[in-house]
T-cell receptor, first 114, second 115 residues
Framework: DAGVIQSPRHEVTEMGQEVTLRCKPI?????LFWYRQTMMRGLELLIY????????DSGMPEDRFSAKMPNASFSTLKIQPSEPRDSAVYFC????????????FGPGTRLTVT | GENVEQHPSTLSVQEGDSAVIKCTYS??????FPWYKQELGKRPQLIID?????GEKKDQRIAVTLNKTAKHFSLHITETQPEDSAVYFC??????????????FGKGTKLSVKP
């Protein structure tokens, strides 16, 4: 398996622009998580899905952020409009159902908003 | 909600020495405690985890201990090697059967192992 796939790996955009981050989880995994990592705030959970349904989005910073999972093999995290404080590394992770709870992280998307 | 505190934020040891990283959690309902290792520029990866029904778990040079009463858990690395240098994150979560909840991470500990 190729593991969790994220695109793009790097994104540089100007303030006010829309940004879309993409994630393909490991096949067969029922859980998908979106995290944001910064030096100041560490690793924060933004939202997670179970069987394509959002379970908890309490970590989403504000209405500028939205996430979707239209099917079991694809999810997006959208920021509109983007702001400089959104600059961070965004990780997607997936996990299977069952008694093993390991989360498999993707390589991350480094977002820079100027 | 759950809050996870992690100490120290940085740790420097000589190769061969032991390293200990400590975490405390606030929600007594938390029952799953993983540790992730993140090398520079890489993704976090699970290295060991413990569930609330055991007090200690070992895997070669790494071990984790859990004190449910005091709500703290620790990572122990023995005979450290330069390749152990990384940022280590503890986390806490509530799991039930096959269902997972939010994984709340500590702020991380940057471990440096000097040759």
């Amino acid at each position: 398996d190729a593991g969790v796939i994220q695109s793009p790996r790097h994104e540089v955009t100007e303030m006010g622009q829309e940004v879309t981050l993409r994630c393909k989880p490991i096949s067969g995994h029922d859980y998908l998580f979106w995290y944001r990592q910064t030096m100041m705030r560490g690793l924060e959970l933004l939202i997670y899905f179970n069987n394509n349904v959002p379970i908890d989005d309490s970590g989403m910073p504000e209405d500028r952020f939205s996430a979707k999972m239209p099917n079991a093999s694809f999810s997006t995290l959208k920021i509109q409009p983007s702001e400089p404080r959104d600059s961070a590394v965004y990780f997607c992770a997936s996990s299977p159902s069952g008694q093993l709870y390991e989360q498999y992280f993707g390589p991350g998307t480094r977002l820079t908003v100027t | 909600g759950e809050n996870v505190e992690q100490h120290p934020s940085t740790l420097s040891v000589q190769e061969g020495d032991s390293a200990v990283i400590k975490c405390t959690y606030s929600d007594s309902a938390s029952n799953y405690f993983p540790w992730y290792k993140q090398e520079l520029g890489k993704r976090p990866q699970l290295i060991i985890d413990i569930r609330s029904n055991v007090g200690e778990k070992k895997d070669q040079r790494i071990a984790v201990t859990l004190n449910k009463t005091a709500k703290h858990f620790s990572l122990h690395i023995t005979e450290t090697q330069p390749e152990d240098s990384a940022v280590y994150f503890c986390a806490a979560s509530i799991v039930l059967g096959g269902s997972q909840g939010n994984l709340i991470f500590g702020k991380g500990t940057k471990l440096s192992v000097k040759p």
